[in-house]
């Protein structure tokens, strides 16, 4: 009798534990470096900013229009 894991292919618990292996050697250093949680949290929100214009420019859209999306 198959599992559900079978059926699924991967369970979403077996992902989590892999991308938190994979992460972990990279927020060890981070962490040695003195960065902060809150510094990670700014600059992923920077990056997040910075790709939404990059997206809007490329589609011809006002990158206005995202924030609206936002709010």
């Known amino acids: 009798m198959p599992t559900q894991e079978d059926d699924a292919g991967i369970t979403l618990y077996a992902l ?3 991308f938190q292996g994979r992460l972990r050697p990279l927020v060890t250093r981070l962490a040695a470096a003195g960065v902060t949680a809150n510094q990670v949290t700014i600059g ?4 997040l900013v910075l790709l939404a214009a990059l997206i809007a420019w490329q589609v011809g859209v006002s990158p206005g229009i995202l ?4 709010l």
């Open 44 to 47: 992923a929100a920077r990056g």
């Open 16 to 18: 989590k534990s892999r």
């Open 67 to 70: 924030v609206l999306l936002a």
